[in-house]
Structures are given as structure tokens and as C-alpha cells.
């Protein structure tokens, strides 16, 4: 897990960004996922997007964290870029493993400070 921070207009997003397609170019990554969080925490919103590139397809509400926490570990590796965070963010919640169990899933996370 690595954190850009910094004031806005800085280039946090460009460089994360520029990091994404460095990643695809030289297949680091099986997936490489670019979510932007904004000021106002959606979390449905952010499951949903990370779910449709990575192919995860929920039956009901309840099960859309635990889905996701599956896809990490299916033996992909996964670059999630998660950018423009503005507050505290559980990414137990969203369905993101944060400890050892992040199975090949790789975090990057942009911040105004």
C-alpha cells in the first residue's frame, strides 16, 4: 500500500495515473484498476466501479464487500488505485483486504492534505 498526498493541483492524479499505464505497459499487473473516491464517499458507487472492471458480478446488497474481498485472491495480481480520497475510508467495507491477506493486490491511494 503506498499513499500519494499532498495540496490539490499538485499532480497526485497525473502521477498515479502515469504509474497505472507504466504498470500496463510492462504487464505487472493482471488488472489495473483506477477508481476516483471524491470529496463525498460513495461507497456503493466505488464497489460498483471497482466491480465492473474487475468482472465481479454481485446476486444481492449484502454480499458486495465479501465478492470483492474474493476477487484479491482469486491469484491475479491487481493494481487498485484508488484517487481523490478526501476522508477516513474502511476498506474493510468496500470489500479491500488492507493486511496479509491482500492475496496479489497492490493499493495506491491519492489524498488532499
Not at 491482500?102 to 492534505?113: D, F, I, P
Amino acid at each position: 500500500m503506498i499513499g500519494v498526498y499532498g495540496m490539490g493541483g499538485l499532480g497526485k492524479t497525473t502521477l498515479v495515473q502515469e504509474v497505472g499505464r507504466k504498470a500496463e505497459k510492462d504487464s505487472l499487473f493482471n488488472d489495473i484498476v483506477f477508481v476516483e473516491v471524491t470529496e463525498t464517499l460513495d461507497v456503493k458507487k466505488v464497489q460498483t466501479e471497482i466491480a465492473d472492471k474487475l468482472g465481479v458480478e454481485f446476486n444481492n446488497e449484502s454480499e458486495r464487500a465479501s465478492r470483492l474481498y474474493e476477487r484479491w485472491n482469486s491469484g491475479k495480481k491487481i493494481l487498485l488505485i484508488l484517487d481523490n480520497i478526501w476522508e477516513d475510508l474502511d476498506l474493510k467495507t468496500i470489500g479491500i483486504p488492507s493486511k496479509m491477506d491482500h492475496g496479489g493486490c497492490k493499493l495506491l491511494l491519492t489524498t488532499y492534505c
